[in-house]
C-alpha cells in the first residue's frame, strides 16, 4: 500500500503552508536576495549594494544622500573642487588663444579689442567714432585677454600660473573667477579714467595685480610665509619701472587696490554672514568702477579730455 501525500505535502507545500516569499532586488526582481539597503530597507542584489558608514544602500539612496549633503568648501566659502586650477587653465589658455589670433590675422585683433577711449576716422569728411566713449564697453574687458608682444604674455602668463591655483583652491572657482575679472574690469576703469583716450591699452596685468592684491590679504589672514610671493611681485614692480613708458601703471594701480579690497573682503567675512558680506563686497568695487567709467566718458564727450 503506497502513502499519498497530505494536503501540505508536495512542491506547492511552501507557497501554500504560509511561509514568507524569498525576497528578491527592487531593481532586479529574477535575483534573489536577503541584503537590503539600510536607508529604505528595500532588498538590493550585488550589482546594487553601495556601500555606507554601516551596511549597504540602494543606488538612489546615496544619489539622494549626496544631493541632500552640503558640499565641503574651504575657510573662504569656495567649494572644495579638488587641486587642478581649471579656472587658471582656462583663462590662460584664453589668453594663448588671443594672441594666436594677433598672429594670424594681424593688428585688427588688436583695433577691435584693445581698451580705447576715443579715435576717429575720416572717410568722406564723416568723422567715425571708436571706443568705449563712443559705446564699446566690451574693450574694458576684452583688452585684459589680449597681448600683442610675446614678452608680455610670458610675464603675465607665468605670474597667473605661480598665484592663480593656490587662490583657487582658497576661494573656489566662482570666487575666484569673480575676483579675476572684477579686478581685470577695475584696472581696465582706472586706466580708462586717467589715461589719454586716444593711448591703446592692452593686457592681462590688471588682474594679475588684483590676484597680487588679494594674495597679500589671504596671507595675511592665514599667518602665511610671503617669500615667494614678494620675488615675484619684486619682479613686476621692477618691470613696471623699467618698461613705464610702454605699461600703463594706472591699471596695474587699479587692479592692485581692487585685490586687495576684494581680498580683505573674501579673507575676513564673518562665517555666518559670509556670502553676504563678500556679494557686497564685490559690489561695491564694481559699482565704484561702472562709476568711474561713466564719469569718464561723461568727460571725453564733453571734449574735455
Not at 138 to 143: A, D, E, G
Not at 211 to 219: D, K, P
Not at 278 to 288: D, K
Request: positive net charge.
Amino acid at each position: 500500500m503506497t502513502d499519498q501525500p497530505g494536503p501540505d505535502e508536495g512542491p506547492e507545500a511552501s507557497q501554500s503552508s504560509g511561509h514568507p516569499p524569498v525576497p528578491t532586488c527592487y531593481r532586479h526582481p529574477q535575483r534573489e536576495t536577503y541584503i537590503r539597503c539600510q536607508r529604505c530597507e528595500r532588498p538590493i542584489c550585488p550589482d546594487c549594494q553601495r556601500q555606507a558608514a554601516v551596511g549597504f544602500q540602494c543606488v538612489e539612496c546615496v544619489r539622494e544622500g549626496a544631493r541632500s549633503t552640503p558640499a565641503a568648501r574651504t575657510r573662504f566659502g569656495g567649494i572644495v573642487r579638488g587641486r587642478d586650477g581649471l579656472v587658471t587653465k582656462v583663462l590662460i589658455g584664453l589668453n594663448l588663444l588671443v594672441f594666436l589670433a594677433t598672429v594670424v590675422v594681424g593688428r585688427s585683433v588688436e583695433q577691435e579689442l584693445s581698451l580705447v577711449g576715443n579715435r576717429f576716422f575720416f572717410a568722406d569728411a564723416v568723422g567715425e567714432s571708436f571706443g568705449v566713449a563712443g559705446g564699446a564697453y566690451w574693450r574694458l574687458l576684452t583688452s585684459a585677454f589680449l597681448h600683442v608682444e610675446i614678452w608680455h604674455l610670458a610675464i603675465n602668463m607665468f605670474s597667473l600660473w605661480v598665484l592663480g591655483p593656490p587662490l583657487e583652491r582658497l576661494l573656489g572657482r566662482l570666487r575666484f573667477t569673480a575676483l579675476y575679472l572684477v579686478a581685470a574690469l577695475a584696472g581696465s576703469a582706472v586706466a580708462y579714467a586717467f589715461t589719454s583716450p586716444l593711448t591703446p591699452i592692452l593686457g592681462a596685468s590688471g588682474a594679475i595685480f588684483g590676484l597680487f592684491g588679494a594674495t597679500v590679504m589671504m596671507a595675511r589672514r592665514m599667518r602665511a610665509d610671503m617669500s615667494w610671493f614678494l620675488g615675484i611681485l619684486l619682479m613686476n614692480v621692477v618691470l613696471n619701472v623699467v618698461f613705464r613708458h610702454f605699461l600703463s601703471w594706472q591699471g596695474h594701480l587699479g587692479g592692485f587696490v581692487a585685490g586687495l579690497v576684494l581680498g580683505a573682503v573674501l579673507a575676513y567675512a564673518p562665517r555666518e554672514r559670509r556670502d553676504l558680506v563678500q556679494g557686497l563686497g564685490f559690489a561695491g568695487v564694481l559699482l565704484a568702477s561702472i562709476a568711474l567709467i561713466l564719469w569718464r566718458t561723461a568727460q571725453i564727450n564733453a571734449g574735455l579730455a
